[in-house]
């Protein structure tokens, strides 16, 4: 059974601050996912990552995959209340259906 | 737009009931996924179609939940004779079909056994 372990599980920051999310397996992924979902509504796709050691950006976003693809992290720069969310990982094992991660919640304080 | 849709939005019943969930996805999709997510977990995967060919069905699913895309456009998701454990938001997903292709999720259908 593929397991996906994010830490932390909740942030509490204060608008400004830097934060890291990290997304964490034994086993090797195809490729990682990082979604956002907010309250009541589905998960939203930010970034996918397909080759060990890739790092991509989106605005103040970092998402960076493990050389070994096993591992997978998400820093954010300047966060902003806007950030605030239920952050996911999830991977693909050589199918496509989704395993998720125990997601991170970020909450972000103007 | 042109979003995956999912109705109904929310669902309160009584214990033994049965329920039906539908969703809609993108145009064009071939590939249509449900997840299951309880509150403070990541979703979890149940089913798949490719089409209308049921494809792959998690353990989760037990004999009470049944998922049918007859034309392979819409789907539905059945839970007979629902229980409280079954309370939880169900996710529908859509992708074109092509290996690692990006999924789009619904809104979801938050369903809260009495």
């Known amino acids: 059974t593929q397991l996906l372990e994010q830490s932390p599980q909740f942030l509490s920051i204060q608008e400004g601050e830097n934060l890291t999310v990290y997304c964490n397996s034994s086993?090797?992924?195809?490729?990682l996912q990082w979604y956002r979902q907010e309250p009541g509504e589905g998960p939203v796709l930010l970034v996918t990552?397909?080759?060990?050691?890739e790092v991509k950006k989106l605005k103040r976003l970092t998402f960076q995959f493990g050389d070994a693809r096993k591992d997978s992290s998400l820093h954010i720069t300047a966060a902003q209340p806007g950030d605030t969310g239920l952050y996911l990982c999830?991977?693909?094992?050589?199918?496509?259906?989704?395993?998720f991660g125990t997601g991170t919640r970020l909450q972000v304080f103007p | 737009d042109t979003g995956v849709s999912q109705d109904p939005r929310h669902k309160i019943t009584k214990r033994g009931q049965n329920v039906t969930f539908r969703c809609d996805p993108i145009?064009?999709?071939?590939?249509l996924y449900w997840y299951r997510q309880t509150l403070g977990q990541g979703p979890e995967f149940l089913t798949y179609?490719?089409?209308?060919?049921?494809?792959?069905k998690s353990r989760l699913l037990s004999d009470r939940f049944s998922a049918e895309r007859p034309k392979g456009s819409f789907s539905t998701l059945e839970i007979q004779r629902t229980e409280q454990g079954d309370s939880a938001m169900y996710l529908c997903?859509?992708?074109?079909?092509?290996?690692?292709?990006?999924?789009?999720f619904g809104p979801g259908t938050r369903l809260l056994v009495l």
């Open positions: 997903a859509s992708s074109l079909g092509v290996v690692m292709e990006t999924q789009y």
């Open positions: 086993s090797v992924f195809s490729s």
């Open positions: 990552v397909v080759t060990g050691g």
């Open positions: 999830a991977g693909t094992y050589n199918t496509d259906k989704l395993i």
């Open positions: 145009s064009e999709h071939n590939r």
């Open positions: 179609f490719q089409n209308e060919a049921q494809l792959e």
